[in-house]
């Protein structure tokens, strides 16, 4: 089963880009590689997927090399409510949902 | 935007009782996960359902763990009898078919004492 490792935490200031890199060694070819954002007591949510290359939306850019073996998501200009665990779960098994979490990055944003 | 809805928000037993969460998922999704998040550490899956059928309880302490969705809509997690090391957060999800992302509740946090 493929595994992730993201930083533990990062610090940051507000207006500034955060880039929170995963590394997924061991990613499978049929793996999508998703972005979660929780704030304390709350359930995770959902903030960027790709397989490959660059995808951008409303909120994050998700970078990923041509060999998929890591990614990074950045976040433009973050401000104080940016403050968060983030996650990049792997989809494994092929089977939407059987995602595997780790522990995530604890990113702190200083005003 | 439609949620999940999960409850009780938060729960406090004594170890060896029986203890049971609820979840309604967003109209449509027909798969449906309950996953467990200890304190510092990421969501882990405990189960999947496919409407009403289960796809994955792998990771399901079955000697004391039951999951159940009769009506392929709302889901029960039940815990029996619950353990000190049970207390955690209890998230469900759901997801329409496909590469979805999946949508979380926003959990029942149980105190085991």
């Known amino acids: 089963l493929a595994k992730t490792t993201q930083p533990i935490s990062m610090d940051s200031y507000e207006g500034q880009e955060v880039n929170i890199t995963c590394s997924h060694n061991?990613?499978?070819?049929?793996?999508?590689i998703t972005w979660y954002q929780q704030f304390p007591s709350q359930g995770p949510r959902f903030i960027i997927q790709g397989y490959k290359t660059k995808v951008t939306n409303e909120v994050a850019s998700l970078f990923i090399p041509a060999d998929r073996k890591s990614s990074t998501l950045s976040l433009p200009r973050v401000s104080l409510s940016d403050t968060a665990v983030y996650y990049c779960?792997?989809?494994?098994?092929?089977?939407?949902?059987?995602?595997?979490f780790g522990k995530g990055t604890k990113l702190s944003v200083k005003p | 935007e439609a949620e999940v809805a999960q409850s009780p928000r938060y729960k406090i037993t004594e170890k060896s009782q029986a203890v049971a969460f609820w979840c309604d998922p967003i109209s449509g999704h027909a798969t449906l996960y309950w996953y467990r998040q200890i304190l510092g550490q990421g969501p882990e899956l405990l189960v999947q359902?496919?409407?009403?059928?289960?796809?994955?309880d792998s990771q399901l302490p079955k000697d004391r763990f039951s999951a159940e969705r009769l009506k392929g809509v709302d889901s029960t997690l039940k815990i029996q009898p619950a353990e000190l090391g049970d207390s955690a957060m209890y998230l469900c999800?759901?997801?329409?078919?496909?590469?979805?992302?999946?949508?979380f509740g926003n959990g029942t946090r149980l105190t085991v004492t």
């Open positions: 999800a759901s997801s329409p078919p496909g590469r979805s992302p999946l949508h």
């Open positions: 779960p792997l989809n494994y098994g092929g089977s939407q949902g059987n995602l595997i």
């Open positions: 359902f496919q409407d009403e059928s289960v796809v994955d």
């Open positions: 061991n990613i499978a070819t049929n793996d999508y």
